[in-house]
């Protein structure tokens, strides 16, 4: 009996384990797939947005799911293109000031992917991690501004 229960506990270490060697995995590949972005705080977010600037912006975090599915396709669709998107990891901001930002811009997950103009909201991709890559691209092209 006592041998049972040691070989459970050392199973259920090996399996902990695992996952976490997992989920370091998936946070560097996600890091990888955002890397050519232009990553800002989202404090320096709000102020784009205050000066009507016109930007994309994409929010979210290594910690999601649904964020390591979208990434890779951003990062597909990001290839040659000419324009800078903004990248705000959500897991890094005030949890005040992102409660107030996703409140007022109606964000209700990440990823999202927006863009801004105006000091508004003009436009998001709405099926988040569900967008194909040439969705994507399309958004991008649409309301991509030139570097």
Do not use: W
Request: glycine residues 2%; hydrophobic residues 35%.
């Amino acid at each position: 009996m006592s041998l049972t229960v040691i070989m459970l506990a050392a199973c259920g270490h090996s399996t902990s384990q695992s996952q976490e060697n997992l989920e370091a995995e998936q946070v560097e590949i996600y890091k990888e797939a955002v890397a050519d972005l232009q990553e800002i705080s989202l404090d320096q977010a709000i102020d784009k947005i205050a000066n009507s600037e016109n930007f994309i912006l994409y929010l979210g975090r290594p910690t999601c799911d649904y964020c390591n599915i979208f990434v890779p396709k951003l990062a597909q669709a990001y290839q040659d293109k000419s324009v800078t998107i903004y990248y705000v990891d959500s897991d890094k901001a005030d949890e005040q000031t992102f409660n107030d930002f996703t409140s007022h811009f109606k964000i209700k997950t990440v990823p999202n992917f927006s863009y801004y103009a105006d000091n508004q909201q003009i436009d998001s991709l709405v099926k988040g991690s569900e967008s194909s890559v040439e969705e994507i691209k399309a958004f991008i092209d649409r309301y991509g501004v030139k570097d």
